[in-house]
C-alpha cells in the first residue's frame, strides 16, 4: 500500500476519532467494499455449530452437499465435512472400530451386527471453528486466520501450500486441494451464512442432526439448547476454544 | 563538546545510514504487504470479502417457498415437515434463480428414501428403518407413501409399519415426533 504522509495523517486521525467497528466498517468502506461494512456485520456474530449424535442417521447428504456447495474435489479423501461410523464393543469402549466409508458420501452399508452386544453410532465431522485455533497460529504468512465473526477462513490468494497448518488441526479438517495446491477447508459456507442462509450441510440434514448457531445472538436457538443440553466438544484437553458442540457424545470419540 | 562534534561526520554518516535503512523498510513494506493486512488482524481483510464472494448451489427452504407455497402446507404437521427442501430435491439454486433456466428434476424415490430409512444398525434404533428389499420389493417407494407426508391419513396402505419390518423397532405409527423433527425451534 503506498502511504505518503496526507494518508498516514489522515489514517491516524480516524483511527483516534473512530474506534472499533465504526473504524472497520470506515476501512470497508474506503477499500471499495461498501458490502462488508451494512447489513451483514462482523462484529454482531459468534458462529458456532451444534451436532447431535442421537439424531444423525449418517445419509451423507452433508458430505455431498458440502463438495456440491463449495465445489471440494470429487476423488476420495478430500473433505470439509464427513461422517464417520464408531462401532464400539459391550463394555469395552477402547478401542473403537472407526470407519468412514469415502467420507459417508455413497452411505454407510450395513456392516455390524444388532444383537452381539456392541453399539454403533455415526459421528459427523468438519471444522471446529476454534476460537484459538493451533491451524491459524501456526500460519507463517497470515494465510489463515479466525474472522471477526468467529470462523477459521482461508486466504487461497495468500496460501503457501506449505502445510503445517494441516499437520497442526487436531481434527483433521484440512487438506490440500490437488488443483490450486493450496490448503481448502470447511468455511462454514461463510458465503451463505453472511447472507442469511445456513449453512449447505445444515440445509440439507434431514434430521436437524447439525444445526448452525450464532452465538452472539440471545435468540438463536442454539442458545437454549446449549443451556439445556449436556453438550461436549471434541479434544477438549487441547484447548483449542472449539464452537463445535456435539450433543450425545460417546467417550471412545476423538 | 569538542570530542562528540568534532568528527561529526561519523554521526552523519551514520544517521544516513539509518535514514536509508528506514526509507529501503518503508518501501520494502509498501511493496510486500498487500492491501488491507492487518486491518482487522494478521491476515488481508480482501480475503474475507473474497469467501463471502462464492456463489450459492442451494437456494434455502424459503426461496423455494417462495413459489412452491403448496408443500410446506402438505408437508404440515407430517413426519417430514422438518426436512428442508433441497434435502431430497438437490441444490437448485439455479432454479430459484430462474426456473426456466434449470429444471427441478423428481429424484428417484427407490435410491432416495433408502439413504435415510435402508436399514442399519448404527442408525438410531427409534428412527423408522426398513429392509428395503423385503419390504417394497421392488416398487418405488412413492406408490404407497407420500413423499411430503409419509404417514398422511387417507394413503392406500403404510406397509412400513405392517409387522415384520426388517426387527426395527420404533416403527408403530404415532403421534410421535419425527426423530429429526423441530426440536429447539427448528433447523437453522
Known amino acids: 500500500m503506498n502511504q505518503d504522509r496526507r494518508d498516514f495523517l489522515a489514517r491516524s486521525g480516524k483511527l483516534l476519532l473512530l474506534t472499533g467497528a465504526a473504524q472497520v466498517a470506515f476501512e470497508a468502506i474506503l477499500r ?17 455449530m451444534i451436532i447431535d449424535v442421537e439424531k444423525c442417521i449418517g445419509c451423507g447428504n452433508c458430505v455431498r452437499a458440502c463438495k456440491e456447495e463449495n465445489d471440494v474435489p470429487r476423488e476420495p479423501f478430500f473433505f470439509r465435512t464427513w461422517v464417520e461410523r464408531y462401532h464400539v464393543q459391550e463394555g469395552d469402549v477402547e478401542p473403537p472400530d ?12 450395513e456392516r455390524y451386527r444388532t444383537n ?33 465473526d468467529g470462523v477459521v477462513l482461508v486466504d487461497k490468494t495468500y496460501c503457501l501450500g506449505c502445510r503445517y497448518c494441516v499437520q497442526a488441526c487436531p481434527y483433521g479438517c484440512r487438506f490440500i486441494d490437488p488443483r490450486t495446491k493450496t490448503v481448502d477447508k470447511c468455511s462454514l459456507c461463510y458465503h451463505r451464512i453472511t447472507k442469511g442462509l445456513t449453512t449447505a450441510c445444515c440445509e440439507t440434514c434431514p434430521t436437524g442432526a447439525r444445526q448452525l448457531g450464532d452465538l452472539k445472538d440471545p435468540k438463536d436457538p442454539i442458545r437454549e439448547f446449549l443451556r439445556t443440553h449436556k453438550v461436549q466438544v471434541l479434544k477438549p484437553q487441547m484447548a483449542t476454544g472449539s464452537k463445535t458442540y456435539y450433543n450425545g457424545l460417546d467417550g471412545s470419540v476423538r | 563538546m569538542s570530542v562528540l562534534f568534532g568528527h ?22 509498501a511493496l510486500l504487504v498487500p492491501e488491507g493486512f492487518g486491518v482487522y488482524g494478521h491476515y488481508r481483510a480482501g480475503a474475507l470479502e473474497e469467501n463471502r464472494a462464492r456463489p450459492v448451489a442451494f437456494a434455502g427452504r424459503a426461496a423455494c417457498v417462495e413459489c412452491h407455497s403448496d408443500v410446506p402446507e402438505a408437508m404440515k404437521g407430517g413426519r417430514h415437515e422438518g426436512v428442508r427442501c433441497e434435502a431430497c430435491h438437490g441444490p437448485l439454486a ?40 423385503d419390504h417394497a420389493g421392488g416398487e418405488a417407494c412413492t406408490t404407497c407413501h407420500a413423499p411430503h407426508n409419509p404417514l398422511a391419513p387417507g394413503r392406500a ?32
Open chain 2, 8 to 29: 561529526k561526520e561519523h554521526l552523519v554518516r551514520m544517521a544516513a545510514l539509518f535514514g536509508v535503512g528506514v526509507v529501503a523498510f518503508l518501501v520494502l513494506q
Open chain 1, 32 to 48: 471499495g467494499e461498501p458490502a462488508a461494512a451494512p447489513n451483514y456485520r462482523t462484529a454482531d456474530h459468534w458462529w458456532g
Open chain 2, 94 to 133: 439455479g432454479h430459484a434463480g430462474d426456473p426456466a433456466e434449470k429444471e427441478a428434476v423428481r429424484p428417484d424415490s427407490k435410491a432416495l428414501c433408502a439413504r435415510c430409512h435402508a436399514a442399519n444398525v448404527a442408525r438410531p434404533a427409534r428412527f423408522p428403518q426398513v429392509e428395503v428389499a
Open chain 2, 157 to 188: 396402505s403404510q406397509p412400513g409399519l405392517a409387522p415384520g419390518t426388517a426387527g426395527q423397532p420404533g416403527l408403530a405409527p404415532g403421534p410421535a415426533g419425527h426423530p429429526g423433527g423441530v426440536e429447539n425451534g427448528g433447523t437453522k
Open chain 1, 116 to 148: 452381539d452386544g456392541s453399539k454403533s453410532f455415526f459421528v459427523p465431522k468438519l471444522c471446529n471453528h476454534c476460537a484459538r485455533s493451533p491451524c491459524v497460529q501456526v500460519c507463517p504468512v497470515g494465510a489463515t486466520f479466525e474472522s471477526p
Open chain 1, 98 to 109: 472407526v470407519d468412514s466409508p469415502n467420507g459417508g458420501y455413497d452411505g454407510f452399508p
